[in-house]
């Protein structure tokens, strides 16, 4: 099985940017589906951004137009560059994916099934 490491959380102030890194332990097969998702204090999982083997993007409606998700196709490594932050991305965040063929639509709200073991990010008030 793939081994998914997230790095590059911290803590930022409202308004700030941050990008985080998630690094794969194996070279991307020809279909893929590669996406972050969340977990805030005291809330479930949510799927945040993903990005297919085609290229195309998707982003829950809450990170439209301030989250960019981003392939290195050199590297087995894929981020999420968050802008304008705000208190409420405060969470624990978890890169995903599905290495291989995949059912269904490649989104945020699609279940991945290998995940890595997340990486914190703080936005203060």
């Known amino acids: 099985q793939v081994q998914l490491v997230e790095s590059g959380g911290g803590s930022v102030q409202t308004g700030g940017s941050l990008r985080i890194s998630c690094s794969a332990s194996k070279a991307a097969p020809s279909e893929f589906c590669m996406g972050w998702s969340r977990q805030a204090p005291g809330k479930e999982r949510e799927g945040v951004a993903t990005i297919d083997s085609d290229g195309s993007t998707r982003y829950v409606e809450s990170v439209k137009g301030r989250f960019t998700i981003s392939r290195d196709n050199a590297k087995n490594i894929w981020y999420l560059e968050m802008n304008s932050l705000k208190p409420e991305d405060t969470a624990m965040y978890y890169c995903?994916?599905?290495?291989?063929?995949?059912?269904?639509?490649?989104?945020?709200?699609?279940?991945?099934?290998?995940w890595g073991q997340g990486t914190l990010v703080n936005v203060s008030s």
């Open positions: 995903a994916a599905d290495w291989g063929p995949y059912g269904g639509t490649c989104s945020p709200h699609k279940l991945l099934h290998v």
